[in-house]
Structures are given as C-alpha cells and as structure tokens.
C-alpha cells in the first residue's frame, strides 16, 4: 500500500492505493476508527478523511470467488497543535508604520508558528516563532498566528488591526 505513514489529525484527501492485481474485480478496504473513506471504495486507489485515531489502512483483492489476504499499512496520527492565546501589539496604527511589534505565549508542543498580516503589510522579522515586527501599508485587517507540530495546522488566533490614513 502507498500512501503517507504519518498524517495530520483531521486531515482530508490522503490517498492509498496498490497495484491493480490480476483477478480482482473489487477491493475491500478498511481504516482507523474515526476515518472515512470518501472516495474510491471498491477500487484499486482511495481517499480518506482521518480522525484523531492511528492504526492500519489495509485491503485486501476481490474475484468472484474468494477474498485475498489483506495488506496493511500502519499509520500514526499527529495531534494538532492548541490555538494560540491572544496576541499583544497595537491595534490601531498609521499607514506606512514599520516596526510594529505583535507576541503570543508560547503553544505547547508546537514546532512552528505562521503570521498573516493585512493586504499591504508584511512580517518584517519573526516569522516562524511567537514573535514578529509588522511593516504596514495602507490596509486594515487582522494579524494572525497559527500553530504547527511537525507540519500540522491548528486553529489561528486573531486580532484586527485598524489602520488610519496619514493626513
């Protein structure tokens, strides 16, 4: 079986597939509890919605008269990350203010971090850590965080940003 042994919990779209095998006219596919299978039952190639559950993706080949020994393959689950607390910094600013300052407190286990700024703006210093520097432009929106464990998003923190025009 092909496909990822490491997956994001609640991750969409993972596919598994095998070889087409001589014979087989179906093939009975099974997942970790909580997991779905959303397309592709039957065949030689699936996708799968997971849950919070690791265990074995495994199928076995069908012919009209018996069913295969089934192959398995294990997958892990990595748990997402907890959201963010509030950020700190300014929530109201001048246009084409640089330098701003934006902080969260540390998430547990969270490998990563990534800010989104306003359209217009950008993440001066600090991407990737709890802390960044913004460089505004002339649009209001939100600053906001997520955090990561080895690739796996969870829920982002926000806060709006109101930018005033320069006389």
């Known amino acids: 079986i092909t496909g990822n042994i490491t997956v994001c919990e609640s991750a969409e779209g993972e ?14 596919w099974s997942v ?8 592709g039952d039957g065949t030689n190639e699936i996708t799968v919605l997971f849950g ?3 265990g074995n993706v495994s199928v076995s080949a069908v012919n009209g008269c018996t069913t295969g020994t089934a192959r398995d393959l294990a997958v892990a689950i990595t748990d997402l990350p ?6 700190t910094g300014d929530t109201a600013v001048c246009a084409s203010d640089t330098g701003i300052a934006y902080s ?3 998430v547990p286990n969270a490998t990563g971090y990534t800010w989104t700024v306003p359209s217009g703006a950008i993440v001066a210093s600090g991407q990737g850590t709890t802390a960044i520097t913004v ?7 939100n600053v906001s965080v997520v955090a990561d464990t080895n690739g796996c998003a969870g829920l982002a923190a926000s806060t709006a940003v109101t930018v005033t ?3």
């Open 104 to 106: 969260i407190a540390a």
């Open 32 to 39: 970790p509890s909580g997991a779905t299978i959303t397309d």
């Open 135 to 141: 460089d505004f432009g002339a649009t209001s929106g």
């Open 82 to 87: 907890d959201q963010p607390g509030a950020i």
């Open 165 to 167: 025009s320069i006389p």
């Open 15 to 28: 596919i598994y597939s095998i070889s087409p095998v001589t014979g087989a006219i179906a093939y009975e």
């Open 52 to 54: 919070s559950t690791a």
